[in-house]
């Protein structure tokens, strides 16, 4: 959420080809995911990828290299780099949508009082896109429990167990290992738990949506 209000704020300004950067920006998340995810699975290579060609080039030894997708405790954290990545852009253009319906009378009255860029932005901006970023929480929340392409696609859950995530894990005990009632269970319990979520985000939704009226 960081990463998209910053980057909504920045394309939301006026400057020579920001409508190509916008729609550029967002090719990855309309793109097919498991081509993207084979993409970076190129790039994140060990061996001849261009990330790891790149640290070798300013003087990582080969011995030190980090193995990506192929390491345990690195596997996990570069698949969700990844999806943030392609997610992000749905956020961005979210909250891009939500900053024009920002009274332009709201900032020249900030000014006006001598507010300066952080405290516009602090005290104008931020507090009226609270109601836009409580529904991308929620959706992106909901979305994170799905995660199983991107796992797919770029590591298959491996090495190991490292990288498996509960949707993963529902489609292994299911097709794999014929745990049919096992995965049905856990699938209802991840429906039940994105159920609660989703009331408390909506509940929350609703609280700032309430003190935007008054």
Known sequence: MVLAIALAVFLNKKFSGVEIVRTI????????????????????????????????????????????????????PSVAAINIWVTLAFSVITILAALPSISPELYEYARIEGAGRIQIFSRVTFPLLIPTCVFLLMINTINSFKNYTMVVALTN????????????????????YYKFSYAAAEALLLTAFIAVVTVLFRKLQGHWDGLYDR
């Open 25 to 76: 920006y967002y090719l990855p998340y309309v793109s097919n995911i498991i081509a993207v995810g084979l993409v970076w699975k190129f790039i994140l290579n060990p061996f001849d990828g261009p990330v790891n060609a790149f640290l070798h080039s300013v003087g990582i030894p080969s011995g030190r290299l980090p193995e990506w997708l192929q390491s345990v405790r690195l596997a996990l």
């Open 157 to 176: 859950g491996g090495p190991g167990n490292s990288s498996y995530v509960t949707t993963f894990q529902i489609f292994q005990d299911a097709f794999k």
